[in-house]
């Protein structure tokens, strides 16, 4: 145990400490074609804003502004986007802030770095990343410019994603399920979706990168890109089921020597604890204790009750804040008024 705020891996709080002038956190933003099928993701209030979820993310983590829609991206109970959790973590502690095109189908009105890759395909249909071996140069170019940091924090904004994660696992053999945004996981959605994807492509043996290539998005193509350009960097992936993927990945693709992590809530290790555990390890784990249950706005106490878990690199950031700062009724104003500016 870390803190009260914090519980996993034991080194993480020295680690971060010594380290806490030499730490930058990317957003990977991407948008993936599967999240426009009906109840695979309340990452937005409707199949098509979700394309814009990503956009907005990354808007309101490096500026504290929606600048591309009127309000936060909601779910379709009106619960807001996670960024505003990362976005509140940050700015408090002053950590430096990279957006990383990952798949974006919209641009968004602040700086960031493009890999002109366009969005991610549906794998039902036909091969998910045409555009492969350029989001992994891509990752590879990125992490080059960043290599000179210690500590890497690595969050994610793509709807979708939990099912193309799924997919990929299935593809490597990692037979376990993804988390979700939403209460009730779409288990029958995302298995009709993955079963129309294998049908397509038959019985074939494939390796792991042909795996992500067929199945995947392009945030994993470029993370494990940035991974194999930070020999010396320890990388703490910020997410859930889909960091956790990516973290199994890396060590599959990869083999990296240097450290690496996943940061989560405990919201997503109280929905899918088997599988954080089977692909990460209790060693690389850092729980975020984030508790929502007395907030003022009902929506961000809906977290409580199972809606949206994790996204936008939530619990890393928290994690980071927990440790650097630590004062979490100052944490807890914060996000309660961002949301208030956000969404009046």
Same mark, same amino acid.
């Given at each position: 145990m870390v803190n009260e705020l914090l519980s996993g891996s034991e080194t993480v709080r020295s680690e971060i400490i010594a380290a806490r002038d030499s730490i930058v956190f990317l957003l990977l933003a991407g948008t993936s074609n599967v999240s426009l099928n009906p109840g695979i993701s309340a990452a937005g209030a409707t199949p098509e804003l979700t394309r814009l979820t990503p956009v907005v993310d990354s808007e309101i983590i490096f500026s504290g502004n929606?600048?591309? %829609?009127?309000?936060? !991206? *909601?779910? !379709?109970?009106?619960?807001?986007?996670?960024?505003? /959790?990362? =976005?509140?973590? %940050?700015d408090r502690i002053g950590v430096n802030m990279i957006i990383v095109d990952a798949g974006l189908a919209a641009t968004p009105q602040v700086p960031f770095i493009s890999g002109n890759l366009g969005a991610s395909l549906d794998p039902s249909i036909e091969k998910a990343l045409p555009e492969f071996q350029k989001a992994l140069d891509f990752g590879r170019y990125v992490g080059s410019l960043i290599s000179g940091y210690k500590m890497v924090f690595i969050g994610e904004s793509v709807p979708g994603g939990t099912t193309t994660a799924q997919a990929v696992m299935k593809c490597v053999g990692n037979n376990f399920n993804t988390s979700s945004s939403l209460p009730t996981d779409p288990d029958r959605e995302k298995f009709l979706l993955i079963k129309k994807a294998q049908q397509r492509l038959g019985n074939t043996g494939l390796k792991a990168d042909q795996c992500i290539a067929e199945y995947g998005d392009y945030m994993m193509p470029v993370a494990l890109g940035i991974s194999s350009s930070l020999q010396e960097s320890t990388v703490v992936y910020c997410g859930g089921t889909q960091m956790a993927?990516?973290?199994? %990945?890396? =060590? +599959?693709?990869?083999?990296?020597?240097?450290? =690496? &992590?996943?940061?989560?809530?405990?919201?997503? +290790?109280?929905?899918? !604890?088997?599988? *954080?555990?089977?692909? /990460?390890?209790?060693?690389?784990?850092?729980?975020?204790?984030?508790?929502?249950?007395? +907030?003022?706005?009902?929506?961000?106490?809906? &977290?409580?009750?199972?809606? /949206? =878990?994790? $996204?936008? $690199?939530?619990?890393?950031?928290?994690?980071? &804040?927990?440790?650097?700062?630590?004062?979490? *009724?100052?944490? &807890?104003?914060?996000?309660?008024?961002l949301y208030e500016r956000l969404s009046s």
């Amino acid at each position: 145990m870390v803190n009260e705020l914090l519980s996993g891996s034991e080194t993480v709080r020295s680690e971060i400490i010594a380290a806490r002038d030499s730490i930058v956190f990317l957003l990977l933003a991407g948008t993936s074609n599967v999240s426009l099928n009906p109840g695979i993701s309340a990452a937005g209030a409707t199949p098509e804003l979700t394309r814009l979820t990503p956009v907005v993310d990354s808007e309101i983590i490096f500026s504290g502004n929606c600048l591309s %829609l009127d309000v936060p !991206p *909601m779910t !379709p109970e009106g619960i807001p986007t996670p960024a505003i /959790v990362t =976005r509140a973590c %940050l700015d408090r502690i002053g950590v430096n802030m990279i957006i990383v095109d990952a798949g974006l189908a919209a641009t968004p009105q602040v700086p960031f770095i493009s890999g002109n890759l366009g969005a991610s395909l549906d794998p039902s249909i036909e091969k998910a990343l045409p555009e492969f071996q350029k989001a992994l140069d891509f990752g590879r170019y990125v992490g080059s410019l960043i290599s000179g940091y210690k500590m890497v924090f690595i969050g994610e904004s793509v709807p979708g994603g939990t099912t193309t994660a799924q997919a990929v696992m299935k593809c490597v053999g990692n037979n376990f399920n993804t988390s979700s945004s939403l209460p009730t996981d779409p288990d029958r959605e995302k298995f009709l979706l993955i079963k129309k994807a294998q049908q397509r492509l038959g019985n074939t043996g494939l390796k792991a990168d042909q795996c992500i290539a067929e199945y995947g998005d392009y945030m994993m193509p470029v993370a494990l890109g940035i991974s194999s350009s930070l020999q010396e960097s320890t990388v703490v992936y910020c997410g859930g089921t889909q960091m956790a993927n990516v973290f199994s %990945l890396d =060590r +599959m693709v990869n083999k990296p020597t240097a450290k =690496r &992590y996943v940061a989560t809530t405990k919201w997503v +290790m109280d929905h899918r !604890p088997e599988t *954080m555990k089977k692909l /990460v390890g209790n060693e690389n784990l850092i729980i975020s204790n984030i508790d929502f249950s007395t +907030m003022p706005h009902q929506g961000l106490r809906e &977290y409580e009750n199972g809606h /949206v =878990r994790e $996204g936008a $690199g939530m619990g890393g950031a928290f994690a980071l &804040y927990s440790i650097l700062n630590g004062n979490v *009724m100052e944490l &807890y104003n914060d996000i309660s008024t961002l949301y208030e500016r956000l969404s009046s």
